[in-house]
């Protein structure tokens, strides 16, 4: 196929579905996390779920950046803007994301903060140059996908011998989010949720290659399929963890051969190793403390360490007492088992990070099925035959 439309076909989609409801065993049940918030706003905007047998239950994972950017860090960026007086550079989701004491970085900006939102770490270089006379901080947020543009951005600034110019640096590794799903103690305290398999990031992999999912399928036993953002592409995915688990197989499978690789963009990797190295700890939204999860900027880049060059602190802030975005990234929770979704907490007044980003499941969930019965998410499942796992 090689447009769009192909891959959003209807009569596809439905012969998908078909096979999907042949090879699925009705005798056990399949839980299937879809990692990245990209795929779950497809699934909700699609109605992939729709389309899958009783048995097939996708589960939603912490894999959209705003969601689990913790409090304290917001607080960094809003005193910057507030306290520093520095124009405060970012994405539009991180605008509305809520920090302490009722305020936002969009709140900051009604406050007098000069905070603006850009489309590109270019941008953010930009303003820089275009007014030597101000400090201006790039709030970098992002996974791997985000970490190569903000590394050519800090290069670039040095090349041009920017004083002006410094990144408060919030990029986080998508493996270390999937062993902490996987093994963090916090699961207890939780819950336990079940997993069979991963549906792996797209525009993640495009840049890390397939390989670091190996380690995931040959330690944890979980297959996972990388897969791209459209219906199909999804459905396809989901197909092939079917047969994986049908088959007792837990491998790497790429269905999104068309853009990537088991190396992955090595450039961008030599970049990003270059300018960044890991941190030794970095608390997530959701998901705690997770050590080595997050990168920092090396020493010989501190110039452009916004940490470093306005002596900034980080004080971890709890969620919002009633929020429940904590349990929805890990997949415990479903959007509509929140108190306050859908109706204290809307996108025009999001309560929790997961209600502000469109790749949020909240969000993608108010928008696409708020009135959808998931009843069968937990309908009982058949018996299973002797010798069968449930």
């Known amino acids: 196929m090689k447009y769009v439309d192909e891959y959003r076909d209807g009569d596809l989609a439905k012969g998908l579905a078909a096979a999907i409801a042949r090879e699925a065993d009705p005798a056990r049940r399949y839980h299937f996390m879809e990692f990245c918030g990209g795929h779950t706003h497809a699934i909700s905007r699609y109605g992939v779920a729709d389309l899958l047998p009783a048995n097939v239950r996708m589960i939603h994972g912490p894999g959209c950046p705003v969601c689990v950017l913790p409090i304290g860090r917001v607080d960094q960026a809003i005193r910057l803007a507030l306290d520093a007086g520095a124009m405060v550079c970012t994405y539009g989701d991180c605008l509305r994301v809520p920090a302490s004491g009722g305020l936002s970085l969009l709140k900051a900006k009604a406050r007098g903060g000069d905070v603006r939102m850009v489309y590109s770490s270019q941008d953010a270089v930009n303003l820089a140059r275009q007014h030597?006379?101000?400090?201006?901080?790039?709030?970098?947020?992002?996974?791997?996908?985000?970490?190569?543009?903000?590394?050519?951005?800090?290069?670039?600034?040095?090349?041009?011998?920017?004083?002006?110019?410094?990144?408060?640096?919030?990029?986080?590794?998508?493996?270390?989010?999937?062993?902490?799903?996987?093994?963090?103690?916090?699961?207890?305290?939780?819950?336990?949720?079940?997993?069979?398999?991963?549906?792996?990031?797209?525009?993640?992999?495009?840049?890390?290659?397939?390989?670091?999912?190996?380690?995931?399928?040959?330690?944890?036993?979980?297959?996972?399929?990388?897969?791209?953002?459209e219906p199909l592409d999804v459905m396809q995915a989901i197909r092939m963890l079917v047969r994986q688990v049908n088959e007792g197989r837990a491998e790497v499978e790429n269905e999104f051969t068309r853009a990537v690789t088991r190396d992955g963009n090595r450039k961008a990797q030599a970049l990003v190793a270059e300018v960044f190295e890991l941190r030794r700890e970095f608390e997530w939204r959701g998901l705690s403390v997770v050590p080595y999860s997050a990168l920092k900027i090396r020493a010989a880049y501190a110039g452009f360490d916004a940490e470093k060059r306005f002596a900034l602190s980080y004080a971890p802030v709890p969620d919002h007492k009633a929020c429940e975005c904590g349990a929805i990234l890990r997949g415990v929770k479903r959007p509509q088992d929140c108190k306050l979704f859908a109706t204290v907490c809307t996108p025009e007044n999001p309560m929790g990070s997961c209600m502000v980003s469109s790749e949020g499941a909240c969000a993608a969930h108010y928008t696409y099925g708020r009135f959808r019965d998931y009843s069968r998410d937990h309908a009982a499942p058949a018996p299973a035959p002797e010798g069968v796992p449930a």
């Open 132 to 229: 030597p006379d101000r400090q201006v901080v790039f709030f970098a947020i992002g996974f791997e996908t985000t970490t190569p543009p903000t590394a050519v951005a800090i290069l670039q600034a040095k090349a041009l011998g920017l004083t002006n110019f410094s990144v408060l640096c919030c990029h986080v590794l998508t493996p270390s989010a999937i062993s902490s799903i996987l093994e963090s103690p916090e699961v207890r305290r939780l819950g336990l949720v079940k997993l069979d398999g991963f549906i792996g990031p797209a525009h993640v992999s495009t840049i890390i290659g397939s390989r670091p999912y190996e380690f995931f399928a040959e330690e944890y036993r979980k297959p996972v399929v990388i897969a791209g953002f």
